[in-house]
């Protein structure tokens, strides 16, 4: 099972959410990402992701599993679309279920971290000024 993935259409939040339910699951955190209209004080029109997509699965799925390993989680789960996706729509999602929530929150804050900063996803940002500029890795 696949606990990392890319996709490139828009996806479902509440059915990644339904599974990670568990009997055992007493917290459960997550995290939207999502296409903002500015970054550096310039205002954008839209972006594209790109991957690298089987190192990309294969570093998500690590980082995936390092969470698993170093907080007391049941299951997690994170996706991140790739193409092209305009103001508002949503690029990333993180779901942790726990028995308690404090190893859902760290869980979920330590996997977007992570992923932000390991995973070879890139974003090419396009401004309304009609240039754009790639960006990797995402602050």
């Avoid at 959410?17 to 954008?44: I, K, M, P």
């Avoid at 305009?86 to 779901?95: C, D, F, P």
């Amino acid at each position: 099972m696949n606990r990392f993935s890319l996709s490139d259409v828009p996806f479902d939040t509440a059915t990644l959410r339904a599974q990670l339910l568990d009997d055992r699951v007493g917290g459960y955190a997550s995290f939207e990402g999502w296409v903002r209209n500015h970054n550096a004080e310039r205002t954008v029109h839209g972006l594209r992701y790109e991957a690298y997509a089987t190192l990309a699965e294969s570093e998500g799925e690590k980082v995936l599993a390092e969470a698993m390993q170093k907080f007391a989680v049941i299951d997690a789960r994170c996706v991140h679309r790739i193409g092209d996706l305009a103001i508002g729509e949503l690029a990333v999602w993180v779901g942790v279920s726990a028995a308690h929530r404090d190893a859902a929150f760290a869980a979920c804050r330590y996997i977007i971290d992570e992923v932000k900063s390991r995973v070879p996803i890139w974003k090419h940002e396009r401004y309304v000024e009609g240039d754009a500029g790639w960006l990797h890795p995402e602050g």
